[in-house]
């Protein structure tokens, strides 16, 4: 009876119970609860089947679940009746990315582009997507696209931004600082321009935080009283931003209390490092797998030389699966657990890691400057030539520790020609870099010589 009575009042009742559905399923997301979210999110489309931002809300649950063919099924669906719907497109480069089809992925984010070269979010995702698939070189491309269709280049906020990752993401930490501070006030690209400039600010040379591996061998340039200082004044500089980011949801309040605690940890101050512990620790308590506060608590046991602490923080992360958003710190956590093997002679552990490292993210520089130094240690000079190649080719050849190393090898493998042509590399950017002139160049020159 009711429904005949109340035959226009019943779709408005479906509206709301849709929209009750998806409430409830967002505050699911933001507990973890991805389940919950999920059954509340197909319970939302029983009500309202053609509402495209639930239907965008559950393919992105799938998606962060790895259910990537339930991911591709609800994308599909929404494409059939919303064709132009960038949001969905996005998605199905994600899709095609994490199938490994990079050529794919990157022809739904260039469709995309087609249609709206200046579409800065799509442009920051393929950034991203272009470096995972080890194809960076193809970025300017894009950006020479997009500059030609904003009438303000240097002032956009979205260019800028995508700029500055492009920079970031190939060894030019300064010039990345210089463009994200342009985006730095922007409502929509203000935040996370603050979260890249903190983050470089606390680590500029993109080190494994807590590693040691390296930490023995470069040990003259790092405890220089200018690289200390230097150090010491971003810290400041990234405590000064931390006060400009404003979260709007609890897990971004959750991020800024990890990002306030990663710059305690980078004073390398006992005291603070052990407040920052505490800080990691109870968000791990009250939220189970939180991979950004398990990775932080290992950091600060590696810090504090807690060894054992820090590998079993470490090796709870490695069994999770990958997932995009906790994907930055999944990579170093691989990579600082790698460190703590390569530590302990645990080689065929640590390239098991680095391995998975570069499945995930092809020019993953670190990941090849350890592949080289285990190579290096095992006197295989030419496999270590090789993996120091690739970090020299994805650091863009700006980085001269790595610079070094790979001279060095090249002039072990009998390469003398190669090693001298990288020692003019490095010198014609670093004159002074230690050692490099006498323990390589010269001796490089002279077996050529006889």
Excluded at 108 to 130: A, C, G, V, W, Y
Excluded at 139 to 167: I, Q, W
Excluded at 271 to 278: D, F, I, K, T, Y
Excluded at 399 to 410: R, S, V, W
Aim: glycine share 4%; with cysteine.
């Amino acid at each position: 009876r009711v429904q005949l009575e109340q035959t226009d009042s019943v779709p408005t009742q479906k509206q709301l119970a849709a929209e009750i559905c998806a409430i409830i399923a967002k505050h699911a997301t933001d507990q973890r609860d991805y389940e919950k979210a999920i059954k509340f999110y197909k319970e939302a489309l029983v009500y309202n089947e053609n509402d495209h931002k639930v239907m965008l809300e559950l393919a992105q649950l799938y998606l962060a679940q790895d259910d990537i063919d339930a991911c591709q099924h609800q994308c599909a669906i929404l494409l059939k009746s919303d064709q132009d719907n960038d949001a969905a497109t996005m998605m199905m480069a994600d899709l095609m990315f994490r199938k490994q089809d990079y050529d794919q992925a990157v022809f739904h984010f260039q469709q995309l582009l087609e249609r709206k070269p200046d579409n800065f979010m799509t442009l920051s995702r393929l950034i991203d997507l272009l470096r995972r698939a080890g194809k960076l070189e193809d970025v300017p491309r894009f950006l020479d696209m997009a500059e030609k269709h904003t009438s303000r280049p240097a002032s956009e906020p979205g260019f800028n931004y995508c700029k500055g990752l492009y920079l970031w993401y190939t060894g030019e930490p300064n010039d990345a600082l210089r463009h994200f501070n342009k985006a730095r006030k922007d409502s929509d690209w203000g935040q996370n321009a603050i979260y890249n400039m903190i983050e470089i600010c606390m680590n500029p040379d993109n080190d494994t935080v807590g590693g040691e591996v390296f930490e023995n061998l470069d040990g003259d340039v790092r405890n220089s009283t200018e690289k200390q200082e230097s150090e010491q004044l971003a810290v400041m500089t990234a405590e000064k931003l931390l006060k400009e980011l404003k979260p709007q949801t609890i897990q971004g309040h959750v991020q800024l209390r990890i990002m306030e605690s990663c710059c305690l940890m980078a004073t390398k101050h006992k005291a603070n490092v052990e407040r920052a512990l505490g800080v990691f620790t109870e968000i791990a308590t009250a939220e189970k797998d939180h991979i950004p506060a398990l990775f932080g608590m290992a950091t600060a046991y590696m810090i504090l030389k807690q060894t054992p602490r820090a590998r079993n923080q470490l090796k709870r992360i490695a069994k999770l699966n990958w997932n995009a958003i906790d994907a930055e710190e999944l990579e170093k956590s691989w990579l600082l657990l790698a460190d703590v093997y390569i530590q302990s002679g645990k080689f065929d552990m640590a390239v098991e890691l680095l391995k998975r490292c570069l499945r995930h993210n092809k020019s993953c520089c670190k990941a090849y400057e350890y592949m080289g130094y285990i190579m290096e240690k095992e006197q295989s000079y030419r496999d270590a030539a090789i993996n120091y190649e690739m970090a020299w080719k994805y650091c863009n050849q700006t980085n001269p520790t790595i610079g070094y190393k790979l001279a060095f090898n090249y002039l072990k493998a009998k390469r003398y020609v190669d090693a001298i042509d990288i020692c003019h590399k490095v010198l014609g950017a670093h004159p002074n870099y230690p050692k490099m002139r006498k323990d390589i160049l010269d001796k490089a020159r002279a077996a050529l010589r006889s």
